[in-house]
């Protein structure tokens, strides 16, 4: 078992940054692929970047590539998304998950194929 923890979110500006945490404990974190999505109401979560156990590899989605970065310190168990030129459409709660499966694209970008989920953290982007 692994427990996942986010924190960073808030209200931002159009085109201002922000920078996501997920502290993971309960079990080595370096077991297990994370990856962040994010949901908004009546819409299904949606996949926004993921990263390998070493952090060797990344993953993102088109609507993010180029914007935000995903990274991970292992020597503190903790998965980071920094967002940049945020738009009024990134608004959404952001969740971190984990994964004890390998890095296969397209399975990393799957909901479904995550283990442990955080709470969610709430990212309102103004225009």
């Known amino acids: 078992q692994v427990q996942l923890v986010e924190s960073g979110g808030g209200l931002v500006q159009a085109g201002d940054s922000r920078s996501l945490s997920c502290a993971a404990s309960?079990?080595?974190?370096?077991?297990?692929?994370m990856g962040w999505f994010r949901q908004t109401p009546g819409k299904e979560r949606e996949f926004v970047a993921g990263i390998s156990r070493s952090g060797g590899s990344t993953d993102y989605a088109d609507s993010v590539k180029g914007r935000f970065s995903i990274s991970r310190d292992n020597a503190r168990s903790t998965v980071y998304l920094q967002m940049n030129s945020l738009k009024p459409e990134d608004t959404a709660v952001y969740y971190c998950?984990?994964?004890?499966?390998?890095?296969?694209?397209?399975?990393?970008?799957?909901?479904?194929?995550?283990?442990?989920w955080g709470q969610g953290t709430q990212v309102t982007v103004s225009s």
């Open positions: 998950a984990a994964t004890l499966r390998g890095f296969m694209i397209p399975t990393i970008e799957r909901a479904s194929e995550y283990d442990h």
């Open positions: 309960g079990r080595t974190f370096t077991s297990y692929g």
